[in-house]
């Protein structure tokens, strides 16, 4: 099977990915089989789930590079520079070709000696919003540490974006989330989150350690929970949330809220 005819199946696998399981906008309504942070407990401004407990990081855990009120903050020549000082490289896309996105850009190098690549053809997938471009940086350090040098993903940038369960718009409609599937390493070989992310039951607690879990899927899921536990991500969607995420995760940055959401 050639790289194009996998990632259709890739995407069709997703239903194109056009809604994604997102939290409503108030943490009332954040459904109790969600994990969250606590208040405080990240260190950067985290908030709370409703009926979430605490997602504790490991010892190698990447370091939020700013608290949310300092992203949230953040006007689009500021990300930039931000982004810049920290060795990121990337064009900045016109407003008008990226509607709904805020400060909109495309990388055209590594984030943080990582590789965010579309495993796809669409270029307008990679467009991504600066401040999701900020956590990504933060990320990197823990994607290196465990190996890996390269994430592949199904999409970022999908105009019109909504979520599945509620209809509100999605994260991928402002560039804000990444549908992440494969993290590979510089020898080639990769995790796959379909093939790795063994255990898919719906509704499984995300982020409590696990006696006698496979390897693969352990270094998956840790790297997502530090990412969670460094507050890095705001909405975290595994293949633990539904039927639709069973070959991606869903890591979405949402500055503008008080919880914490993963499932």
Known sequence: MDRAMVIAVLL???????????????PPSVPSSGEGIGPGSSGSGGGAASGASRVEASPS???ALVTRAELE????????AFVRERGGRFEVIPEADARGVIAPIRLS???GGVTIEHGGRSRMHEIMSCKLTVSLLGWAPALRAAGFDRIEHASIY????????????????????IDAFHFIRPDGTRL??????????????????????PEAQHVLRTLVCDAVAADLFQVVVTPHGDRHHHNHVHLEVRPDVDWTHVR
């Open 192 to 213: 796959e989150v379909e093939r790795d992310w063994a255990d898919k039951t719906i509704g499984a607690p995300v982020c409590p350690p696990r006696q006698g879990e």
């Open 158 to 177: 999908r105009p019109g974006a909504r979520v599945r369960s509620t209809g509100r718009q999605s994260g991928h409609a402002g560039g804000g989330a």
């Open 73 to 80: 903050a953040m006007d689009a020549r500021e990300c930039h």
């Open 61 to 63: 855990a990447p370091s």
């Open 109 to 111: 190098g590594p984030l």
């Open 12 to 26: 069709v696998g997703c239903e194109a990915c056009v809604r994604e399981g997102v939290p409503p906008p108030e």
